[in-house]
Nanobody
Framework: QVQLQESGPGLVEPSQTLSLTCTVS??????????WNWIRQPPGKGVEWMGV???????YYSPSLKSRTSISRNASKNQFSLQLSSVTPEDTAVYYC???????????WGQGTQVTVSS
């Protein structure tokens, strides 16, 4: 059974960098052809795809967030991470790490972690 677990600060000050880590168990993040995503949902709004790191380490980002987003991985720990810079209160959301196989379904989700941007 694959499990994903987000971790990181629940409160970030404006203009700072939001950093989250997703720890994966039950499957390797380097296994072909899995893609490891970050998705967020602001309060009262729909989900927003932020970016992805593939089994091969390649990354792709949402055009609207690309300038502020970085996704990396630590294969030895089976973790991947999100950094979002220059945050504002509009970045307040529940952040999810999510697995996808190729172009198929998003099949495994973390439980989500609430991040609030506030001073």
């Amino acid at each position: 059974q694959v499990q994903l677990q987000e971790s990181g600060p629940g409160l970030v000050e404006p203009s700072q960098t939001l950093s989250l880590t997703c720890t994966v168990s039950g499957g390797s993040i380097t296994t072909k052809y899995y893609y490891w995503n970050w998705i967020r949902q602001p309060p009262g709004k729909g989900v927003e795809w932020m970016g992805v790191i593939g089994y091969d380490g390649n990354t792709y980002y949402s055009p609207s967030l690309k300038s502020r987003t970085s996704i990396s991985r630590n294969a030895s720990k089976n973790q991947f991470s999100l950094q979002l810079s220059s945050v504002t209160p509009e970045d307040t959301a529940v952040y999810y790490c999510v697995r996808r196989y190729g172009l198929g379904w998003y099949d495994y989700w973390g439980q989500g972690t609430q991040v609030t941007v506030s001073s």
